[in-house]
């Protein structure tokens, strides 16, 4: 149960997407009416998705190396839905300056694809050191 650097970056772009969506790039405002447009349940979506990510970067934290590349093969899955949300599974408002589509959208595209990036990179050093794990040379 060692704590490894890729474990509190998993962790810390996680938290950010949780957090950022709820507090910094957050979708439009309600509605005069009250009511939200439909970016605001993408928001919900994105937010859903974001806890799951919290809640596997923890889990990685305090369980063996060998089923840390498991989380990292949901996690990986989890972002990339994730990054479908917006636009793609539910659509955002139609005018373009909207606040969805100048921040919200682009932010968690960034997030989205560190996160990807992240675990597909935790995930080929841990194939590449189960392949060869005397780090490297050919043996005799």
Not at 14 to 42: Q, R, Y
Request: proline share 3%.
């Amino acid at each position: 149960m060692k704590i490894k650097k890729m474990d509190i970056v998993l962790l810390i772009l996680s938290i950010v997407l949780c957090a950022g969506i709820k507090l910094i790039f957050h979708a439009c405002a309600p509605k005069e009416d009250g009511g939200w447009m439909a970016c605001h349940w993408a928001e919900q979506a994105i937010f859903a998705n974001g806890i799951i990510l919290v809640l596997s970067a923890i889990l990685r934290l305090f369980v063996k190396s060998s089923y840390k590349t498991g989380i990292a093969m949901a996690m990986t899955a989890t972002a990339g839905i994730t990054l479908l949300i917006p636009n793609v599974m539910i659509k955002l408002c139609m005018m373009k300056e909207m606040r969805c589509h100048s921040v919200m959208h682009p932010a968690v595209m960034v997030i989205c694809i560190l996160l990807v990036i992240a675990c597909v990179a935790d995930i080929w050093v841990h194939f590449t050191k189960e392949v060869n794990p005397s780090g490297g040379g050919k043996t005799a």
